[in-house]
Every structure is written in structure tokens, then in C-alpha cells.
């Protein structure tokens, strides 16, 4: 009788972890989208390896301090258009996740689900350089080159 106790409070538990173990890896804390530049991209882990990556944030021109935001990656296919997007600027599209109680998930909360390459760079509220070559550049008509 004791040991089907024993059976049956192993089972409960197994599916309470199960459940929330799935709660906590397909529900997200907040989502959002952070610009910048790929600085680095690794797989690490001893037993669980994750895709981990740094992204320098766009600053305020003129200033010294680069912010860095750290992720993962979860994906192999998302980390490989990561490897691809290297030294461009991009757009990354993340969703953090709480309560994941091993790093074997990941080193940090904020997991990266998507990527753009950006095409503009705002320098400041009004200032956009536009990194597209296919577009040509305008040349305002109060310039030497545009009375030409």
C-alpha cells in the first residue's frame, strides 16, 4: 500500500515539474526589440550547450559608453542568420522568460527569437542615414552639386 503512496506522489510530482518546466519555457515575461551590433556570438555550456551573444546598443553620438545587452539563443537556426548578420546592424527581437531555475536553459532571461538587418541609422530624433546602396543619395537643392 505504501509503496503505490510512494508511486503515486512521484508521478504528481513528475507532472507538476513537467507542467512547469512548459509554463515557464512558452510563456514570456515581457518582449521587444533592441537595435545595435553584434559584438559576439558563442556556443557554450559544459553539459547543456546555448548559443550566447552580446549586442552593442546604439548610443547617443558624441558619447564614450556603449551599453551592451547580453542573450541567448535557443534556435540553432536563428543563431546561424545571427552568425550571418555579423558586423551589421540590427534589429534583434527577444522575449525574456522568468523562473527557469538552471542556466542549463540559457545564461540569461532574454531570448532572442528573430532578426533584421536594419536599413537606417538615427543618429538623432529628425537624423536618419540610410544605409541602403540601392536608394540614391538626395541632394538638397541649395547645394553646389544640385545647381550642376
Not at 556603449?66 to 534556435?75: D, I, L, R, Y
Not at 527581437?93 to 532574454?110: A, D, M
Not at 527569437?113 to 546602396?133: E, F, R
Amino acid at each position: 500500500m505504501t509503496l503505490k503512496r510512494v508511486f503515486l506522489a512521484l508521478l504528481v510530482l513528475a507532472v507538476l515539474l513537467t507542467g512547469y518546466f512548459y509554463v515557464a519555457l512558452n510563456w514570456s515575461y515581457s518582449s521587444g526589440e533592441r537595435a545595435g551590433w553584434i559584438q559576439k556570438l558563442s556556443r557554450k555550456g559544459w553539459v547543456c550547450k546555448t548559443w550566447e551573444g552580446e549586442l552593442a546598443l546604439v548610443s547617443i553620438p558624441g558619447s564614450s559608453t556603449v551599453e551592451k545587452f547580453q542573450f541567448t539563443v535557443a534556435n540553432d537556426a536563428v543563431a546561424a542568420e545571427l552568425t550571418e548578420v555579423m558586423g551589421k546592424r540590427v534589429t534583434l527581437h527577444y522575449e525574456e522568460k522568468v523562473g527557469l531555475p538552471t542556466s542549463c536553459f540559457g545564461e540569461t532571461r532574454h531570448y532572442v527569437t528573430k532578426v533584421a538587418v536594419a536599413s537606417d541609422i538615427s543618429l538623432s530624433p529628425g537624423v536618419v542615414v540610410h544605409t541602403n546602396p540601392a536608394e540614391p543619395a538626395a541632394i538638397p537643392a541649395s547645394s553646389p552639386a544640385a545647381s550642376n
